[in-house]
């Protein structure tokens, strides 16, 4: 029991189709016996099993097994976090929701599904596991304006979400308004400085905007250096920086230096020696050949990047390969 405790205590962030089964292929054991006792209380606290990971097992669980199609053990998993904590309970709300979003055979059912949430948001306009459900939804039905109305309201309530500003930045984005975009990035970044895949976008969407643009391209590459810094390990920090590099070099090579100088003194961001970004491109290119490489021969160590994105990068740096031919 211990081994499949840990895994559903802290399963991966990007969980693929396969880890996902795996966890869900868990629910006969832990749902074999119970964590509570049919004691009355208080003598059921005498003779529980329960602790504090419990619960999160449990809910982990349910989201793998309605993503693997285990509608029966979710359902089972869902009745017993219910009896436990009671139908009133906010995140028990929300996970029913999620059960019934799952279950959801088109849009009309899931827009039923998004009425339920509003019912609960008359009642409780504080809850916001419900409110982010609303929106996701709002999102899987094509109704973003309302989608980004929804998370002006849960931001006005707490500003602080970095989830919530990435969430608006990702559906201005789906719009191309890329100015207000980036601004929500830009306020992920002041709550999680640190935070290297935050960074990683905020340069996407700076190239995204404008990729012809020098100073776009700056901040860009400023960014994706910056991920790369971050974590040393990062795949697509080094493989935006080499992609920029090579869109800034012939850009800067074809501009004279005394435009260029001109040009940096309107410039928020000026963009660096070429020398600099040379050093760049080569670094991005040593360490994407070394993930590559390293991927491609099997190593336990290597194994846990996205196997697409490796694809990516090896196309990327198979294009070189032509060029110089």
Known sequence: MAAPAANLLSPPSQITPNTALQLSQKAPLILSSSPTSSLPWPLSLLFSR???????????????????????????????????????????????????????????????????????????????AVRKRGIAVMKNLGKTAEAIASLRVLLDSSPTDAEAWAEMSDMYASIGSWGQAIYCLEEVLLLMPNAWSAHAQIATLHYLSAPASV???????????????????????????KMVSQKLLPLLSDTPSTSRRNADADDDVPPPKLQTIKKLEELATSKLAEIVRQYKSGSKKWAAFDEAEVIAARELLNRDDTAER
Not at 109 to 127: C, H
């Open 50 to 128: 329960e602790t504090p990971e419990t619960w999160t097992i449990h809910e982990n669980l349910l989201l793998a097994a309605l993503r693997t199609g285990d509608d029966a053990s979710a359902r089972q998993i869902l009745d017993r976090m219910t009896e436990r904590f009671g139908e009133s309970n906010e995140r028990i709300i929300a996970l029913r929701g999620i059960y019934e979003e799952a279950l959801a055979k088109d849009d009309k059912e899931l827009a039923k599904v998004l009425d339920g949430y509003g019912k609960v948001l008359d009642t409780d306009p504080t809850n916001m």
């Open 215 to 241: 100073p776009a391209l700056a901040m860009a590459l400023r960014h994706f250096a910056r991920s790369a810094e971050l974590n040393e390990s990062y795949l697509r920090g080094y493989y935006g920086l």
